[in-house]
Nanobody
Framework: QVQLVESGGGLVQAGGSLRLSCAAS????????MGWYRQAPGKQRELVAN???????NYADSLKGRFTISRDNAKNTVYLQMNSLKPEDTAVYYCNVFVLRGLMNYWGQGTQVTVSS
């Protein structure tokens, strides 16, 4: 069983920064993709960014330059550094792990990010 524990969400003023963390426990094996999605009220969940075990990164085009994803494979932890935050970044941010062995997909419980204007 895989568990994902997120932290780092909160309330920040526009222009500020937050850093999200997600620690995975359980069998995620050595080849996986860890990432972040977000869902704003009334909108569909969307990809923010993800990163493969080998370091290949993928970002939503609209977020390139403001958000940076990274990971620590030894700790099975993924991070999302969010800078120059805007009110439209307000959403619940979900950690995701896709395990290539068995094609298993796991989600965290979500962490709220609120950006005030």
């Amino acid at each position: 069983q895989v568990q994902l524990v997120e932290s780092g969400g909160g309330l920040v003023q526009a222009g500020g920064s937050l850093r999200l963390s997600c620690a995975a426990s359980g069998s995620i094996f050595s080849s996986n993709v860890m990432g972040w999605y977000r869902q704003a009220p009334g909108k569909q969940r969307e990809l923010v960014a993800n990163i493969h075990t080998g370091g290949i990164k993928n970002y939503a085009d609209s977020l390139k330059g403001r958000f940076t994803i990274s990971r620590d494979n030894a700790k099975n932890t993924v991070y999302l550094q969010m800078n120059s935050l805007k009110p439209e970044d307000t959403a619940v941010y979900y950690c995701n792990v896709f395990v290539l062995r068995g094609l298993m997909n796991y989600w965290g419980q979500g962490t709220q990010v609120t950006v005030s204007s």
